[in-house]
């Protein structure tokens, strides 16, 4: 009788510890979710809709450019320009973000003629965001290969974001906090450059940050069969492929 009652004891634990996982992820997703919004009501993120995220799915490589091209504020005078880029496997819709950012030197593609089609890593888009802020891996800041160091110190790279299973989850995370994060040489953050361009003002930053604060660790569990949404622009959902490095030097 009395292994009986510990067993039973066990598996009480058992399921307490997975109704309080639950709860974990279920307030996670709601952080961060909570963020996105945040990001949204200052004009720096899209969803699928407009309580839609798609938080779970992994971003590509164009796509996840788009979202910072979004963050910094520059998406008008991306789309309002006539970029040029040198790389053949860009979609025509996103032909502006790819040239704005080459000239800009946000990106420079997995080749001399090739931005690159898969989904973007962790590297790549904490690459992005530190060229955003000034610095620069071509004279020496950090290594596109390892940019992960600089983004702590930076402020960039909150605990929560996942290196191994990059979602736009994760994207939202960085963002985020990179509006806080300041540029180099600067006592300006990310956010003080976005409010004097007319980005939003101040107060929009303050409620945007008060509503989003901070929270525990996020924790997605991957929907092994995903719906497929569209994403604005209307992304294709390229291929994944497996092309090594995702930013070339």
Same mark, same amino acid.
């Given at each position: 009788m009395k292994k009986i009652k510990l067993i039973l004891a066990a598996l009480? $634990? @058992?399921?307490?510890? *997975?109704?309080l996982a639950t709860c974990l992820s279920a307030a996670d #997703?709601?952080? @961060?979710?909570?963020? /996105?919004k945040a990001l949204k009501s200052l004009g720096l993120f899209r969803g699928v809709s407009d309580t839609e995220f798609d938080l779970d799915r *992994? %971003?590509?490589? @164009?796509?996840?450019?788009?979202m910072l091209i979004r963050t910094l504020g520059n998406e008008k005078e991306a789309t309002g320009g006539d970029w040029k880029h040198p790389f053949s496997d860009v979609p025509s819709w996103a032909d502006k973000y790819v040239g704005y950012a080459y000239e800009k030197g946000l990106t420079k593609g997995v080749s001399d003629t090739e931005f690159?089609?898969?989904? #973007? *890593?962790? $590297?790549t888009y904490v690459t992005f965001m530190l060229r955003a802020l000034g610095y620069s891996d071509s004279a020496g800041d950090f290594s596109w290969k390892d940019p992960f160091g600089l983004a702590k110190t930076a402020g960039i790279l909150p605990d929560t974001v996942? &290196?191994?299973d990059f &979602?736009?989850?994760?994207?939202?995370?960085?963002?985020f906090s990179a509006l806080k994060a300041k540029i180099k040489d600067s006592k300006d953050t990310l956010g003080d450059r976005l409010i004097s361009m007319g980005a939003f003002t101040a107060n929009d930053l303050k409620l945007a940050t008060t509503l989003a604060p901070g929270g525990g660790r996020q924790i997605f569990v991957r929907d092994p069969n995903p719906a497929i949404l569209p994403v604005e622009p209307k992304d294709p959902l390229l291929p994944m492929d497996d !092309?090594? %490095? /995702?930013?070339? !030097?």
């Open positions: 009480a $634990a @058992v399921l307490a510890f *997975s109704a #997703a709601a952080t @961060v979710g909570t963020k /996105a *992994s %971003p590509t490589r @164009v796509e996840a450019l788009v690159g089609t898969g989904n #973007a *890593s962790a $590297a996942d &290196l191994d &979602l736009r989850a994760d994207v939202v995370e960085i963002s !092309d090594g %490095p /995702a930013i070339g !030097d």
